[in-house]
């Protein structure tokens, strides 16, 4: 079936500006999660969703990130207010829930920032 | 709360010579440990886990090892090939049942030389 699909694969935007980046799971799976990943590191933890509500956002950095899930499927990244330090990979990840609960991950948006 | 460490950095191997990457946790509360192989430009994908029941688990030329009392798991990659040259995570996660967010590790750049 059809893995977990995001758009747009690359993003530019000017310093200050806000950014909407999307993320398609793999039908069924009920948790979404959003990572980050700068350059030669691992994916951090942005938030995790399980159905609708967001089970955890510990991962957010400051109040200008925002997501959104709002009929348990496709979920919004937003960012306001853009900073140069915002660019990186942005990942998303899906799972079922329960005990078999892999995270498959999608292609991710190169979100670059100048 | 959760870090994950994870050793070498690079690691560069001889075609058909052995490749084991070790990482160490900190909350002896995870109980769930995937491993993900990311190409260059690529997304992460998971290619092999452990729960905390089990001590190891083999397939094919993977294998990974956990060691729950000292907080320890590697990677094992046997008769290596070129097209496992990639950077290799490790991960923990804390709450198995309904799913959580994923720690990641530094990462791993492997090199497999013909």
């Known amino acids: 079936g059809a893995g977990v699909s995001q758009t747009p694969s690359n993003k530019v935007t000017e310093k200050g500006k806000y950014v909407e980046l999307r993320c398609d799971p793999i039908?069924?799976?009920?948790?979404l999660y959003w990572y980050r990943q700068s350059l030669g590191q691992g994916p951090e933890f942005l938030i995790y969703?399980?159905?609708?509500?967001?089970?955890?956002d510990s991962g957010l950095p400051n109040d200008r990130f925002f997501a959104v899930r709002p009929e348990g499927s496709v979920s919004t990244l937003k960012i306001q207010r853009t900073e140069r330090g915002d660019s990186a990979m942005y990942l998303c990840?899906?799972?079922?829930?329960?005990?078999?609960?892999?995270?498959?991950f999608g292609p991710g948006t190169r979100l670059t920032v100048t | 709360g959760e870090n994950v460490e994870q050793h070498p950095s690079t690691l560069s191997v001889q075609e058909g010579d052995s490749a084991v990457i070790k990482c160490t946790y900190s909350?002896?509360?995870?109980?769930?440990f995937p491993w993900y192989k990311q190409e260059l430009g690529k997304r992460p994908q998971l290619i092999i886990d452990?729960?905390?029941?089990?001590g190891e688990k083999k397939d094919q030329q993977i294998a990974v090892t956990l060691n729950k009392t000292a907080k320890h798991f590697s990677l094992h990659i046997t008769e290596t090939q070129p097209e496992d040259s990639a950077v290799y995570f490790c991960?923990?996660?804390?709450?198995?049942?309904?799913?959580?967010?994923?720690?990641f590790g530094q990462g791993t750049e492997l090199s497999v030389k013909p």
């Open positions: 990840a899906s799972s079922r829930a329960g005990q078999r609960s892999e995270q498959y």
């Open positions: 039908s069924g799976h009920t948790a």
């Open positions: 969703f399980q159905g609708t509500g967001a089970a955890d």
């Open positions: 909350d002896s509360a995870s109980n769930y």
């Open positions: 452990i729960r905390s029941n089990v």
């Open positions: 991960a923990a996660r804390l709450n198995d049942n309904q799913g959580g967010k994923l720690i």
